[in-house]
């Protein structure tokens, strides 16, 4: 029984979908492990979004025209997100950004030691640098990876770059004809199709959900607070940080709320009180919206995707930590449709 499984198993592994199955799981491999995870990221984001627009472009259009109109979408798509990211990352990098941010969480920090009891000002770091590192040890990864340089390094954005422009060129070719395509190019489009699907529920459910988190953090800082003459520092970038960290599930969402905590503690306890138990409010909702947008769209709980999560992060570090949500939901799809579970 057990040499007829094996036989089995090894001639599904030597048909073109099970190469393609063995294909796809060497293709993640390797984009974790060369840190290609930004490049694949922007790739699936103009595949997606082009195929998005794509369908609402004319039917009755010659092939040639329909081509011509399928680049624009992608040379518009590419452009849109170069601007917003270039814009966004102007922004943070700027006089007002997350440097700013820091020596501020630094300076709070430094004043909390002053008038905390002994034991709890020891754990506090005491100056930016030690704050870095704290925030560093948090996260999981090296300095090398957080810094200024590495994010903005000529490396990176030819990469993303790169990745964007193959995403178009691969949109472009998923409307030509594929009838006549061999099994195993037709197997490997099949893994392309699934993965490209979980990114879209994955990743733009996590941004509806992102959005809307920095939408009512927006609120309470720059309203709420406002009306009781209560002015945060920093409150324009701490809801821009809301919005980007808040596109790692979980994780994200630690990290924006211990900067909005800290600094409201600097203006003092009873508006730190406030705000921690604002946070508290929007996360309980949080689990209701991730329960029906995420978890629904991948049929995936919390417990699973942060299980993925730090196992992935464990091995590749904060590459792995931003792919895992989009990965486990690929591979649980993957096992759905072959009735597995």
Known sequence: ?????????????????????????????AVLYFRLVPAVIAGLAVYV?????????????????HRLSLGVVVICV??????????????????????VLLSTL???????????????ADVLPTTMEDLRQQLITLL????????IAGMVGITFVAHVILGMVVGGMTAVHHFLDHEKAPPFISAL??????????????????????????ALTGIYLLVVLPLFDIHLPMATIL???????????????????????????????GVGLASLLFLVLIHKAEYFMNARIVGHEVQATAWELLTAMLLLEAAFG????????????????????????
């Open 1 to 29: 029984m057990s040499n007829h499984s094996d036989t089995t198993l090894k001639t599904r592994l030597q048909q073109p979908e099970g190469i393609s199955y063995l294909l796809a799981a060497a293709a993640a491999l």
């Open 49 to 65: 979004l082009t195929l998005k627009l794509a369908r609402h472009l004319p039917r009755n259009m010659s092939r040639f025209a």
């Open 78 to 99: 590419i452009s849109a997100l170069t601007s917003f990211g270039m814009l966004f990352w102007s922004y943070i990098s700027s006089s007002h950004g997350v440097a």
């Open 106 to 120: 630094a300076e709070t920090l430094e004043g909390l030691r002053r008038t905390l009891p002994e034991q709890i």
């Open 140 to 147: 999981g990864v090296h300095v090398q990876k957080l810094s």
């Open 189 to 214: 489009r099949a893994r392309l199709r699934t993965l490209a699907t979980s990114f879209d529920k994955v990743v733009f459910a996590q941004v509806k959900i992102s959005g809307i988190n920095a």
């Open 239 to 269: 809801v821009l940080l809301t919005f980007a960290v808040g596109l790692l599930p979980v994780v994200g969402n630690l990290i924006s709320n211990t900067a909005i905590v800290v600094i409201s503690l600097g203006v003092s306890f």
């Open 318 to 341: 904060i590459a792995g930590l931003v792919a895992a949500p989009v990965l486990y939901a690929w591979l649980k799809a993957e096992v759905k449709a072959h009735g597995l579970i």
